[in-house]
């Protein structure tokens, strides 16, 4: 009875340490599904939120798939632990990136290549259309103080040239005549009884000095009213003379016309100096500024440039062009450049200095601008930058980086994916997009 006791003790031992053998692995060996899992990953280069446990195409795009390191694989979902931030844990400052390093073998095998961020003078050299226009400020109009009769006309067509002091037409006005008249009087007083004033309304008021001042204040040169105290006689038509020097554009008077005060009857234009209206676009107008130097190209004069300044910007818009006009004021002594005549107009465009890239740098995501910075050693860290002006094949870079630090211009689009890829796998994101499990 003892030995069957002893030997059923023995059964039920030998039972359990074989049941336990069966059951148990030995340490340290995966499973089978753990030893796959850990196989080799694929994913997508352009979409590295893609990623599958087999070699071949994207779906999305039609690349190759390329290899993942089994250590990069992505933990499964009841691994997160948690985390729910958008670049926790990737190391770097700008959602959804993480820094990339990479050997000297695979940079060149990508093809990266760097140029350092400058401090530079931000110019432009924009290039537009204009038209030639009258200088406003030497834009003289002719006209009569006094109501008369044109009887003769000096300037008989639109375009003709006068020179300051020219008699431009000779005019009967009664008035006038009358004024002469009174004045003629009063120097004959004064001669036969003295100084004549008029003392009954104030102070003293010399009538010859009086009869002369409305004379002169009708523009009657001092010439015609010294050519009057010599002969003694009133004239009856006066003449009448261009206060500057330009061409006729507009001709009212025609002999025999009535004119009244205030009547414009020629309009003279100095073309010595002429204005270009230039359309300045949106996208130039930071570069644009008074002062600048400014040249006009004629497409029948190829090669001649005429010179000037900007002297003016307009404060409001066209809707339709979307243009703002900027005036450019451009010496003119031959008269080669007429008004109405279209030409090209290059304005010599200064931002001042500031920091700037190559265009090629600068990666837009559409809701931030991106570039990658070689720290050396083979990291490349993305960081988020403010982006200016554009000149030229530059960037300006308002905040952001240093004048000085080196960034990519070269397959800067694949080490963004590389980073994209990189910030995805520490996050856990792509958990739900993998394909083949």
Same mark, same amino acid.
């Given at each position: 009875?003892?030995?069957?006791?002893?030997?059923?003790?023995?059964?039920?031992?030998?039972?359990?340490?074989?049941?336990?053998?069966?059951?148990?692995?030995?340490?340290?060996?995966?499973?089978?599904?753990?030893?796959?899992?850990a196989?080799?990953?694929?994913?997508?280069?352009?979409?590295?939120?893609?990623?599958?446990?087999?070699?071949?195409?994207?779906?999305?795009?039609?690349?190759?798939?390329?290899?993942i390191?089994?250590?990069?694989?992505?933990p499964?979902?009841?691994?997160?632990?948690?985390?729910?931030?958008?670049h926790?844990?990737?190391?770097?400052?700008?959602?959804?990136?993480s820094?990339?390093?990479?050997?000297?073998?695979?940079?060149?095998?990508?093809?990266?290549?760097?140029?350092?961020?400058?401090?530079?003078?931000l110019?432009?050299?924009i290039?537009?259309?204009?038209?030639?226009a009258?200088?406003?400020?030497?834009?003289?109009?002719?006209?009569?103080?006094?109501?008369?009769?044109?009887?003769?006309?000096?300037?008989?067509?639109?375009?003709?040239?006068?020179?300051?002091?020219?008699?431009?037409?000779?005019?009967?006005?009664?008035?006038?005549?009358?004024?002469?008249?009174?004045?003629?009087?009063?120097?004959?007083?004064?001669?036969?009884?003295?100084?004549?004033?008029?003392?009954?309304?104030g102070?003293?008021?010399?009538?010859v000095?009086?009869a002369?001042?409305?004379?002169s204040?009708?523009?009657?040169?001092?010439?015609?009213?010294a050519?009057?105290?010599?002969?003694?006689?009133?004239?009856r038509?006066?003449?009448?003379?261009?206060?500057?020097?330009g061409?006729?554009?507009?001709?009212?008077?025609?002999?025999?016309?009535?004119?009244?005060?205030? +009547?414009?009857?020629?309009?003279?234009v100095?073309?010595?100096?002429?204005?270009?209206?230039? +359309?300045?676009?949106?996208v130039?107008?930071?570069?644009?500024?008074?002062?600048?130097?400014?040249?006009?190209?004629?497409?029948?004069?190829?090669?001649?440039?005429?010179?000037?300044?900007?002297?003016?910007?307009?404060?409001?818009? +066209?809707?339709?062009?979307?243009?703002?006009?900027?005036?450019?004021?451009?010496?003119?002594?031959?008269?080669?450049?007429?008004?109405?005549?279209?030409?090209d107009?290059?304005?010599?465009?200064?931002?001042?200095?500031?920091?700037?890239?190559?265009?090629?740098?600068?990666i837009?995501?559409?809701?931030?601008?991106?570039?990658?910075?070689?720290?050396?050693?083979?990291?490349?860290?993305?960081?988020?930058v403010?982006?200016?002006?554009?000149?030229?094949?530059?960037?300006?870079?308002?905040?952001?980086?240093?004048?000085?630090?080196?960034v990519?211009?070269?397959?800067?689009?694949?080490? +963004?994916?590389?980073?994209?890829?990189?910030?995805?796998l520490?996050?856990?994101?792509?958990?739900?997009?993998?394909?083949g499990?």
């Amino acid at each position: 009875m003892r030995n069957f006791i002893l030997g059923f003790i023995l059964a039920l031992a030998l039972a359990g340490v074989g049941y336990w053998v069966i059951t148990t692995k030995p340490f340290g060996l995966a499973s089978g599904g753990e030893q796959s899992q850990a196989v080799q990953k694929y994913h997508c280069p352009m979409h590295p939120t893609y990623v599958s446990d087999k070699p071949g195409s994207c779906p999305i795009c039609g690349m190759d798939l390329v290899p993942i390191e089994p250590a990069k694989a992505p933990p499964k979902a009841n691994q997160a632990s948690g985390d729910h931030g958008e670049h926790q844990g990737s190391g770097s400052s700008v959602p959804g990136y993480s820094p990339v390093n990479l050997t000297p073998e695979r940079q060149q095998l990508m093809g990266i290549t760097f140029a350092p961020a400058e401090a530079l003078p931000l110019e432009q050299s924009i290039r537009t259309f204009g038209r030639v226009a009258y200088d406003e400020t030497r834009l003289h109009h002719i006209h009569t103080k006094f109501e008369g009769y044109i009887e003769k006309l000096y300037l008989n067509y639109v375009g003709q040239f006068v020179k300051m002091g020219q008699p431009v037409f000779t005019i009967y006005s009664p008035e006038l005549y009358a004024t002469q008249k009174e004045y003629l009087l009063a120097l004959r007083s004064r001669e036969q009884f003295g100084d004549l004033t008029d003392q009954k309304n104030g102070p003293k008021i010399d009538l010859v000095e009086a009869a002369r001042q409305r004379l002169s204040l009708w523009d009657i040169s001092d010439d015609e009213i010294a050519r009057l105290e010599k002969t003694r006689e009133p004239m009856r038509a006066v003449t009448i003379y261009s206060m500057a020097s330009g061409f006729v554009t507009e001709k009212m008077a025609v002999e025999g016309l009535r004119v009244m005060p205030g +009547d414009t009857l020629y309009d003279i234009v100095d073309l010595s100096s002429v204005w270009v209206m230039a +359309d300045v676009y949106e996208v130039n107008l930071p570069f644009v500024r008074v002062g600048l130097p400014a040249e006009m190209l004629l497409p029948y004069q190829p090669g001649k440039r005429f010179s000037g300044r900007v002297t003016y910007i307009n404060p409001t818009l +066209d809707e339709k062009t979307r243009t703002v006009k900027a005036r450019i004021e451009i010496a003119n002594p031959q008269g080669t450049l007429k008004p109405e005549m279209y030409g090209d107009v290059l304005i010599h465009g200064t931002r001042g200095s500031g920091v700037a890239v190559p265009d090629d740098a600068v990666i837009s995501t559409g809701e931030r601008s991106i570039v990658f910075v070689a720290k050396g050693n083979g990291l490349f860290e993305p960081r988020e930058v403010t982006v200016g002006v554009k000149v030229r094949d530059l960037y300006e870079i308002k905040s952001g980086l240093e004048a000085g630090e080196q960034v990519v211009t070269g397959a800067n689009f694949l080490l +963004d994916s590389e980073s994209k890829l990189k910030a995805t796998l520490a996050t856990g994101t792509s958990a739900g997009h993998q394909h083949g499990e």
